[in-house]
């Protein structure tokens, strides 16, 4: 389904009045023919088309050239049969699917441009549009798809892509519908086939009957099993996705999309030798899709990671940060394993793989394919891949809060065998982050106001095309904030045990209409209404607020800059109580801090950065401040709290390791301090020698004199004349 | 005899030598002669910060000993004034003494050479290497502007030490590197060595690790890359080593003290353990440099005996 450009060929073929026959999807008539030979797996079809090659006619042998994988060839002939037809949009539609089946989605996006500037309702322009959009997972796959039927209502490979467009939508319902409809138009709809047969599977029926009128169709289409495989990966349920897919190349060996997929699910379930295999298979065979080559090239940077493994727990770190993550990540790692256990009432049956990226991109590989996923990180299964701290800009994001978002998914996947809507399982994960500590997770952003605001949240029934289908990247963040509100409003009103209920009523594949009537015993459309009414007071103020919101902050800024400091606190103090939540870059307590900084009331000035800290600021610089007033105010443990707060969201930060590490040892706190200073020698620091001293004050507190010993030394290795570190020395000496 | 202060330890034998010439030569100290020059900003916002800058360094190097510090900003910092103060250190400044030169701002390179830009007449990388060439102290360069990688080649000498925020003209963007390079005046952590005096090798070390981190954490492209050279020829280089046979002059010049190590070296009384502190550290130099000959165990033996052995000597001279 996913490769439909080289699959989707009809079989009837209409003829046109242009200067050569045309098939219905405006390939010529004698490569039609060909196609019709391939679809049914006749071994034909390749001496079809190398037939084809000695044609007069550029397009058909454009179109043998492409079947045959001379994408090159084919797309000079393309090229020359576009020049000798420049008002006809068939051709450069026929081009663009070649693109498309060459990865080459800018340059299809130009062609079919072109091809409907030519002819507004060129039908397979419109299908070609839409298999793009579906393939992106945009929204408006389906409104291409229904146009091209509105100016073709024959024209079968429209209605499959609606089929599919809802099958991934989590509408298994209007999916068979549109499968079924397409079977109408032409019982030889082997996608329709495959969708219909790919529902059976995905309500874990062992076998279906729908494949075999496909196989009897074409003996070797394995596509329907591809097919399958897709909605099983997008559905979570990769082990089956993985059969599923060796099924596919069992058939058609030469499905090489298939077995890329089937790679890089390997991959994500770390079974990384057979998935190498795979993906070099498809390269060498000349299928290097960036899907393939950059599994492959994160597969060769694996070299550069280290492992760390504990009964219940694996986590890959990146050799040049590994000494300073470890103990962070460890720890929240078995922290989180230790609070879902209980919660859950659940036992994972292995250990689970926690994956942390330095480089984003490397990270973005692991997410190829994988629509509406955050970007932070990603689960399959028993594999967590995250972003590291260092991956982005200071402060941009909380890397344990996204680690328990990913460890929720594990369980829920896990207590569902991976049957559970994507909106409860991000809900679930998106709720997890807030009841692990109110400061952490996602605020309420313009976006999710603005939705709010336009009425534009989705019922609970829909909320998976959010997630999927979204209208614009804007609709996944809303989703995802609605999808966590709903799991906060149920647990407040109904209880955990409901959520908890609700996921074994998942695992046993019921509907989200199924299980919100089972155990909340209402309708969805009053679930809406209830939720929306508990939601409203919550979000009120700033919703009606917002636009004048966005006007003043801006004023402040101002303000602020020409040193208005009275005005900055006046107009400031309204604006922080509109949008509370907004912490991000300007907001409105930063500027009150400095104001009050600028007055000298030191008092207020940490109130507001307190006031940042607690509802999820995450700006090192001001934390660091915060820090340094709460330890000038006595306030050692508060301090120590706020940078172990910090440590949470950002780890490469020296300062703020030299400063808690000073801090646990004001505090007596050896453990603590040791963690520390060896996390600011981890981070390579200008002033080594003070690091090590640091460290080595850090042990005599800890009672770990030889160790003491050893950075005493180092320190002095640095900084011979290091009078501290000099006494320190003696004195250790003095103990032996 | 070269600049006054201490040294650091990471270059090779070679140098050692001299090293410890330089440290016994610690009581006759001599002045150091700083100018600090706040270019044009251009706009309001780059005025503040390039004249904050220069009342910074002001502030810190305000209770130096044995220093003169001249500050030339807003429209003070012309080509003139400039001229004048440096006349003026080269009337005034001797052989032993230090001169250092601070330019903050925007610098400019276009197919003649660099500029550094201030009120009126912008003055040139060529104007700047002959006012220097009158002086006759040991100078340092720090040039803080941006394109001032393209200034080098007409101002390097011999035992000069020039740094500048950027590897060469062709980098024009406002420089992070001056914020970074003034911070390390009053960050303790820049005295690498803890000897309580921070050199230009300290600082540029401090001010160079920096930058690099500033823009691998907030993910941009690298706009300056900071050098240093103080041989006389050759380009800057970001590392200095001994390998590269950059920083032995920049190691020994001081650019501020921060505690009371001079005080000491000026007690007669103390000179016997003073020499015995030297014997110490040119052993502990030694042992360093025949680190890769010995095994760990054995090194870190040796070391630390010797460490206790300097820490006992220290201990007494504190007394």
């Known amino acids: 389904m996913k490769h439909a450009a080289t699959l989707g060929f009809l079989a009837i073929i209409a003829f046109t009045p242009f200067a050569h026959a045309q098939a219905q999807d405006g390939q010529p008539a004698e490569s039609a023919a060909c196609a019709l030979l391939k679809r049914k797996g006749d071994a034909g079809a390749t001496a079809c088309y190398e037939k084809l090659l000695r044609s007069n006619n550029p397009a058909a042998v454009a179109e043998a050239?492409?079947?045959?994988?001379?994408?090159?060839?084919?797309?000079?002939?393309?090229?020359?049969?576009?020049?000798?037809?420049?008002?006809?949009?068939?051709?450069?539609?026929?081009?663009?699917?070649?693109?498309?089946?060459?990865?080459?989605?800018?340059?299809?996006?130009?062609?079919?441009?072109?091809?409907?500037?030519?002819?507004?309702?060129?039908?397979?322009?419109?299908?070609?549009?839409?298999?793009?959009?579906?393939?992106?997972?945009?929204?408006?796959?389906?409104?291409?798809?229904?146009?091209?039927?509105?100016?073709?209502?024959?024209?079968?490979?429209?209605?499959?892509?609606?089929?599919?467009?809802?099958?991934?939508d989590n509408n298994?319902?209007?999916?068979?519908?549109?499968?079924?409809?397409?079977?109408?138009?032409?019982?030889?709809?082997?996608?329709?086939?495959?969708?219909?047969?790919?529902?059976?599977?995905?309500?874990?029926?062992?076998?279906?009957?729908?494949?075999?009128?496909?196989?009897?169709?074409?003996?070797?289409?394995?596509?329907?099993?591809?097919?399958?495989?897709?909605?099983?990966?997008?559905?979570?349920r990769y082990e089956e996705g993985i059969e599923?897919?060796?099924?596919?190349?069992?058939?058609?060996?030469?499905?090489?999309?298939?077995?890329?997929?089937?790679?890089?699910?390997?991959?994500?379930?770390?079974?990384?030798?057979?998935?190498?295999?795979?993906?070099?298979?498809?390269?060498?065979?000349?299928?290097?899709?960036?899907?393939?080559?950059?599994?492959?090239?994160?597969?060769?940077?694996?070299?550069?990671?280290?492992?760390?493994?504990?009964?219940?727990?694996?986590?890959?770190?990146?050799?040049?940060?590994?000494?300073?993550?470890?103990?962070?990540?460890?720890?929240?790692?078995?922290?989180?394993?230790?609070?879902?256990?209980?919660?859950?009432?659940?036992?994972?049956?292995?250990?689970?793989?926690?994956?942390?990226?330095?480089?984003?991109?490397?990270?973005?590989?692991?997410?190829?394919?994988m629509p509406g996923l955050g970007a932070l990180g990603v689960t399959f299964g028993y594999m967590v891949a995250m972003d590291s701290p260092s991956g982005r800009k200071p402060g941009a994001w909380h890397w344990a809060s996204t680690m328990w978002?990913?460890?929720?998914?594990?369980y829920v996947l896990e207590m569902t065998n991976h049957r559970v809507p994507r909106w409860f399982t991000e809900g679930m994960a998106v709720y997890e982050e807030t009841a692990t500590s109110p400061d952490w997770g996602d605020r309420l952003d313009p976006g999710s106001i603005a939705a709010i605001k336009g009425k534009k949240l989705l019922p609970i029934a829909e909320l998976d095309r959010g997630f999927i289908h979204p209208t614009g990247p804007e609709?996944?963040?809303?989703?995802?904030?609605?999808?966590?509100?709903?799991?906060?409003?149920?647990?407040?009103?109904?209880?955990?045990?409901?959520?908890?209920?609700?996921?074994?009523?998942?695992?046993?594949?019921?509907?989200?209409v199924a299980v919100i009537e089972k155990e909340l015993q209402l309708k969805p459309e009053e679930f809406d209404k209830q939720f929306l009414a508990w939601l409203e007071p919550q979000t009120k103020k700033t919703v009606d607020g917002f636009d004048d919101w966005r006007k003043s902050i801006r004023g402040v800024a101002t303000l602020a800059k020409e040193t208005k400091w009275d005005e900055v606190i006046s107009i400031g103090l309204g604006l922080r109580d509109v949008y509370p939540d907004y912490v991000e870059a300007g907001n409105a307590y930063e500027f009150l801090a400095q104001a009050y900084k600028a007055k000298g009331d030191t008092a207020k000035q940490t109130a507001e950065l307190e006031r940042y800290s607690k509802i999820g600021g995450r700006d090192p610089e001001l934390l660091k401040q915060l820090a340094v007033l709460q330890t000038e105010q006595g306030r050692k443990k508060d301090a120590a709290s706020t940078l172990e707060r910090l440590n949470l969201i950002y780890l490469e930060d020296e300062p703020a390791h030299q400063q808690l590490g000073n801090l646990y040892l004001d505090l007596k706190e050896g453990p603590g301090a040791v963690r520390e200073f060896q996390a600011l020698l981890a981070g390579k620091p200008v002033d080594v020698a003070g690091a090590h001293y640091g460290l080595a004050q850090a042990f005599v507190l800890a009672m770990r004199n030889d160790d003491a010993r050893e950075e005493v030394v180092s320190a002095l290795e640095a900084a011979p004349g290091f009078k501290p570190a000099q006494k320190l020395l003696l004195e250790l000496s003095g103990k032996e | 005899m070269?600049?006054?202060?201490?040294?650091?330890?990471?270059?090779?034998?070679?140098?050692?030598?001299?090293?410890?010439?330089?440290?016994?030569?610690?009581?006759?100290?001599?002045?150091?002669?700083?100018?600090?020059?706040?270019?044009?900003?251009?706009?309001?916002?780059?005025?503040?910060?390039?004249?904050?800058?220069?009342?910074?360094i002001e502030q810190v190097l305000k209770n130096e000993p044995n220093a003169k510090h001249e500050v030339l900003m807003g429209p003070q910092a012309t080509k003139a004034n400039i001229q004048a103060k440096l006349a003026d250190f080269a009337k005034n400044s001797k052989a032993d003494d230090n001169v250092i030169l601070f330019l903050i701002g925007h610098g400019s390179f276009d197919e003649v050479g660099y500029k550094f830009n201030i009120p009126g007449l912008d003055v040139t990388a060529n104007d700047l290497g002959a006012m220097l060439d009158k002086i006759p102290a040991h100078i340092a360069v720090i040039n803080m502007s941006s394109a001032s990688g393209a200034m080098l080649s007409a101002v390097q000498k011999p035992k000069r030490v020039v740094v500048t925020a950027t590897k060469s003209g062709t980098e024009k963007n406002a420089t992070v590197f001056s914020r970074y390079f003034i911070e390390a005046l009053r960050d303790p952590a820049a005295d690498g060595d803890k000897n309580e005096i921070i050199t230009v090798l300290e600082a540029f070390r401090y001010a160079e690790a920096k930058t690099t981190k500033f823009y691998e954490e907030n993910k941009r492209i690298a706009t300056e890359h900071p050098l240093i050279e103080d041989t006389g020829k050759g380009e800057g280089v970001k590392a200095p080593?001994?390998?590269?046979?950059?920083?032995?002059?920049?190691?020994?010049?001081?650019?501020?003290?921060?505690?009371?190590?001079?005080?000491?070296?000026?007690?007669?009384?103390?000179?016997?353990?003073?020499?015995?502190?030297?014997?110490?550290?040119?052993?502990?130099?030694?042992?360093?440099?025949?680190?890769?000959?010995?095994?760990?165990?054995?090194?870190?033996?040796?070391?630390q005996k010797l460490l206790v052995d300097l820490a006992k000597t220290q201990e007494a001279l504190d007394k």
């Open chain 1, 405 to 410: 978002h990913e460890l929720s998914h594990v």
């Open chain 1, 475 to 512: 609709q996944v963040t809303v989703s995802y904030f609605q999808g966590g509100k709903i799991c906060n409003f149920i647990a407040e009103k109904w209880g955990w045990e409901k959520l908890l209920a609700m996921i074994h009523d998942f695992g046993a594949n019921m509907t989200t």
């Open chain 1, 65 to 168: 050239m492409w079947a045959l994988g001379n994408f090159r060839g084919a797309n000079d002939a393309f090229r020359a049969t576009v020049k000798l037809r420049e008002k006809d949009p068939a051709p450069r539609t026929r081009w663009a699917r070649m693109y498309l089946d060459h990865w080459q989605r800018a340059d299809a996006a130009d062609l079919l441009k072109e091809a409907l500037e030519l002819k507004e309702n060129y039908a397979p322009a419109l299908v070609a549009m839409a298999i793009m959009s579906s393939e992106n997972y945009e929204a408006d796959a389906i409104k291409f798809a229904e146009k091209a039927l509105a100016a073709d209502p024959k024209y079968l490979e429209a209605q499959e892509v609606i089929a599919q467009v809802h099958l991934e």
């Open chain 2, 241 to 303: 080593t001994a390998e590269n046979g950059q920083g032995l002059a920049a190691q020994r010049f001081a650019v501020l003290h921060t505690g009371s190590a001079a005080a000491v070296a000026k007690d007669p009384q103390k000179q016997a353990l003073l020499k015995q502190k030297e014997e110490v550290e040119a052993k502990i130099d030694d042992l360093k440099y025949r680190k890769a000959a010995l095994s760990l165990q054995e090194y870190r033996q040796q070391l």
């Open chain 1, 172 to 236: 298994p319902e209007k999916a068979a519908e549109a499968a079924k409809k397409a079977l109408q138009m032409s019982e030889e709809s082997l996608d329709g086939y495959a969708i219909l047969g790919t529902i059976d599977l995905l309500n874990d029926k062992k076998d279906t009957p729908w494949f075999d009128r496909a196989l009897k169709y074409n003996p070797k289409y394995g596509e329907a099993y591809a097919t399958a495989a897709h909605f099983f990966i997008i559905n979570r």
């Open chain 2, 2 to 56: 070269g600049p006054t202060q201490e040294v650091g330890c990471d270059l090779r034998r070679a140098f050692l030598t001299a090293l410890l010439l330089a440290s016994v030569a610690v009581a006759g100290r001599a002045d150091t002669f700083y100018l600090t020059v706040a270019g044009l900003g251009g706009e309001q916002e780059y005025e503040q910060r390039f004249t904050g800058w220069a009342k910074e």
């Open chain 1, 244 to 369: 599923l897919y060796k099924k596919a190349l069992a058939l058609d060996p030469s499905l090489n999309h298939a077995r890329s997929d089937l790679g890089v699910n390997l991959m994500r379930l770390g079974q990384e030798d057979e998935a190498r295999k795979h993906l070099e298979q498809c390269y060498s065979g000349g299928y290097q899709s960036p899907e393939t080559v950059n599994s492959l090239r994160l597969l060769d940077s694996y070299k550069d990671y280290v492992t760390f493994k504990t009964p219940t727990t694996v986590l890959r770190l990146h050799k040049k940060e590994a000494t300073l993550l470890r103990p962070y990540f460890q720890s929240e790692f078995d922290r989180a394993l230790a609070t879902y256990e209980k919660k859950y009432k659940f036992k994972l049956q292995k250990p689970v793989q926690i994956e942390v990226y330095p480089n984003h991109e490397d990270f973005a590989v692991r997410t190829v394919s």
